[in-house]
Nanobody, 123 residues
Framework: QVQLVESGGGLVQAGDSLSVSCAASGGTFATMGWFRQAPGIEREFVAAIGWSGTSSYYADSVKGRFTISRDNAKNTLYLQMDSLQPEDTAVYYC??????????????????WGQGTQVTVSS
């Protein structure tokens, strides 16, 4: 049974950094990614990474501030978030796909989802 469990969310101030993690089990995932959803807004793509970690893709809104990485030995996905802004406030979800996706930013391409972790950035 596949499980994705996020951790590391919290309340920070604008300009601060925060790291969230996703512990994966029960499968091998060629593509893993992060999405986020704020109240009243559709779930949006944040970042994704391939199996080897050499290929990654970011939403324009986070490019240069967020860094996605993975440790396959630990079956863990990470998202380092720097220079956080209030508009980054959302529930952050880990997502995984068994195959290497061609279109990484569409939620429908992912097979599995975590329960989410809240990130709140105060101004």
């Amino acid at each position: 049974q596949v499980q994705l469990v996020e951790s590391g969310g919290g309340l920070v101030q604008a300009g601060d950094s925060l790291s969230v993690s996703c512990a994966a089990s029960g499968g091998t995932f060629a593509t893993m990614g992060w999405f986020r959803q704020a109240p009243g807004i559709e779930r949006e793509f944040v970042a994704a990474i391939g199996w080897s970690g050499t290929s990654s893709y970011y939403a324009d809104s986070v490019k240069g501030r967020f860094t996605i990485s993975r440790d396959n030995a630990k079956n863990t996905l990470y998202l380092q978030m720097d220079s956080l802004q209030p508009e980054d406030t959302a529930v952050y979800y880990c997502a995984a796909a068994a195959r290497l996706l061609r279109i990484w930013y569409l939620p429908d391409g992912y097979d599995y989802w975590g329960q989410g972790t809240q990130v709140t950035v105060s101004s």
